[in-house]
């Protein structure tokens, strides 16, 4: 098992930036596949952004060309970059390993018009 807390979400306008992190905490193989996921209001929780050990990442097409997910191995921390903000980007943003079970608390992220 993995424990993750996520942090860095807040209000912005839109066309801002965020950067989320998420810290992981447990046996290392766990984070050799993390991903991002959210929870925008009356929707089911959707995939944003993946990065594997070997550093290639893969997007959702509603963030690609505005989100970057990185790790720094070092820190045991996945980071989410979040640029050109919309309204529709509101929601709460969850890191998850891929390969071993847990959720974080999620970080609230709040883009107004």
């Known amino acids: 098992q993995v424990q993750l807390v996520e942090s860095g979400g807040g209000s912005v306008q839109a066309g801002g930036s965020l950067r989320l992190s998420c810290a992981a905490s447990?046996?290392?193989?766990c984070t050799w596949d993390m991903r991002w996921y959210r929870e925008l209001p009356g929707k089911e929780r959707e995939?944003?952004?993946?990065?594997?050990?070997?550093?290639?990442?893969n997007y959702a097409d509603s963030v690609k060309g505005r989100f970057t997910i990185s790790q720094d191995n070092a820190k045991n921390t996945i980071y989410l970059q979040m640029s050109t903000l919309k309204p529709e980007d509101t929601g709460i943003y969850y890191c998850?390993?891929?390969?071993?079970?847990?959720w974080g608390q999620g970080t609230q992220v709040t883009v107004s018009s």
């Open positions: 998850k390993s891929h390969r071993c079970s847990g």
């Open positions: 447990g046996h290392p193989s």
């Open positions: 995939f944003v952004a993946s990065i594997d050990l070997y550093g290639a990442t």
